[in-house]
């Protein structure tokens, strides 16, 4: 994956969680919706920061290290 995919990535996920916490605080959404957005984006935003982390800058592609 490209540094830039990856970016893409985290940021979709950091918004699902602004916009759960938004929706929340203003009320539009009920505490389970937010609670279940948040639950599932924020091991993807894990995933992502440490796949950006570890990601070149350049157009290379991360090598497979095996198991």
Do not use: H, Q
Request: glycine share 8%; aromatic share 14%; net charge negative.
């Amino acid at each position: 994956m490209k540094r830039t995919t990856i970016t893409y990535g985290l940021a979709a996920s950091a918004l699902v969680i602004v916009a759960a916490w938004a929706a929340l605080a203003a009320s539009l959404i009920p505490l389970w919706a937010a609670e279940t957005a948040m639950v599932i984006a924020f091991p993807v935003l894990v995933l992502f920061l440490g796949l950006w982390w570890r990601a070149p800058g350049g157009e290379e592609d991360i090598p497979f290290i095996g198991y």
